[in-house]
Every structure is written in structure tokens, then in C-alpha cells.
């Protein structure tokens, strides 16, 4: 079974440019959940969608948006980058019930 | 707001010796916690999980324990290796939905 896949896994970036990232996840899974990875910050949840749909959303102002498509495969964009945005943005997916998340290695993102 | 807390940026400890990684979390109706592994330029890795029924879970050398009174969990790896050397994020989650992620420890282990 392949794992989850992100791309590009490098990507920079000028200040006020959109970015789309991708995020395709383990065949059978239908959760997709985005975090942003900062130095000190940890893991800050953006947003999870299961089916199509939001079904949480975490505290990023609406620059940040995301869909999923009908074959679970996810993309998150970022309007209007700011140099705050550089970090590794990473998208996990799971099984429906409580399981364990299995994690993409990411898209580091950079922007100058 | 930081529902999950890892107070301790960083830990060191000596190979062989017992490493104990912390993690708080503020909301008691948290449901089901992880622990997970990173690696730089990997994604985390799953470590081990405890459900909130339970306090205690052990997997060879890792166990994690979990006080609900003082809404704390730990990560005991014993004897520690110097491959456990990366960062360690706590997460805990409620009715299965997404995670909430503490900042990270970076455990270092020392040959």
C-alpha cells in the first residue's frame, strides 16, 4: 500500500503570491488533515476533511482554505503569502474509526 | 490556544539510561492520546497510543502512562538508544476527530 503522498515537497515563493499545495493519502482513507510545522510552534492543526467536507478547522486566518476531492485526494492554498508562511506543511490521513494518522514527509515552503 | 503541552523543548539523556518525555493537556474530554516520532526531513511517525480508559500502555521499550486527575501523559523509553534520538510530539484527540499537537521534545541520546 503506498503511503501518503505530498507535493511539491520544496516550494519558494514572493510575499503576496498564492500557493497550492497536494496531498493524495493512503488508498482507503477518506480523513486528510493539514498541520503547519514551525520551529517552537510544533504542529498547528489547519483544517481536516473527511468526505468532501470540512469537519474542523483549526485558528489560521482565511488565507488558508483547503478542499478534497471524491478520491480523497486534498489540496490546501494560501492566498496572499506572508514570510510568516515559511514552514513544512504537512497532511496526514486516517482510517474512519480511531486509528493512528499516518503522515506525508511534507512541503517545505519558503517564502522571500 | 494550546490545548496540548510539551513544556520541555529538548532532553538529553545517556544511552541505556531511561528517557521520560512529558506532555499536558487542558481538555478532559480529550479521548484517546499518541505519541509520535520525527525525523528531520521525514514526516512523524506513530509511536504508541492510550486510550483514555486506560493508564498504562507498554510496547517493548516504550510505555506511556497516562493521569487523567492531573491531565498528564508520559513517554518512558527504556533503555533509550541513540537511534531514539529525535523529536517526540504528544496528540490527543476527541471522538475520533483531528489531532491537537503539543510543540514537540527533542530527545537527544548520547553514545
Known amino acids: 500500500k503506498a503511503g501518503v503522498t505530498q507535493t511539491p515537497r520544496y516550494l519558494i515563493k514572493t510575499r503576496g503570491q498564492q500557493v497550492t499545495l497536494s496531498c493524495s493519502p493512503i488508498?482507503?482513507?477518506?480523513?486528510v488533515s493539514w498541520y503547519q510545522q514551525t520551529p517552537g510552534q510544533g504542529l498547528q492543526f489547519l483544517f481536516e476533511?473527511?468526505?468532501?467536507?470540512?469537519?474542523n478547522k483549526g485558528n489560521f486566518p482565511g488565507r488558508f482554505s483547503g478542499r478534497q476531492f471524491s478520491n480523497s485526494r486534498s489540496e490546501m492554498n494560501v492566498s496572499t503569502l506572508e514570510l510568516g508562511d515559511s514552514a513544512l506543511y504537512l497532511c496526514a490521513s486516517r482510517d474512519r474509526g480511531p486509528a493512528e494518522a499516518f503522515f506525508g514527509q511534507g512541503t517545505r515552503l519558503t517564502v522571500v | 490556544d494550546q490545548q496540548v503541552k510539551q513544556n520541555s523543548p529538548s532532553l538529553s539523556v545517556q544511552e541505556g539510561r531511561i528517557s521520560i518525555l512529558n506532555c499536558d493537556y487542558t481538555n478532559s474530554m480529550f479521548d484517546y492520546f499518541l505519541w509520535y516520532k520525527k525525523y528531520p526531513a521525514e514526516g512523524p511517525t506513530f509511536l504508541i497510543s492510550i486510550s483514555s480508559i486506560k493508564d498504562k500502555n507498554e510496547d517493548g521499550r516504550f510505555t506511556v502512562f497516562l493521569n487523567k486527575s492531573a491531565k498528564h501523559l508520559s513517554l518512558h523509553i527504556v533503555p533509550s538508544q541513540p537511534g531514539d534520538s529525535a523529536v517526540y510530539f504528544c496528540a490527543a484527540s476527541l471522538n475520533n476527530n483531528d489531532m491537537r499537537f503539543g510543540a514537540g521534545t527533542r530527545l537527544t541520546v548520547k553514545p
Open positions: 488508498s482507503g482513507h477518506r480523513s
Open positions: 476533511y473527511f468526505s468532501e467536507t470540512q469537519r
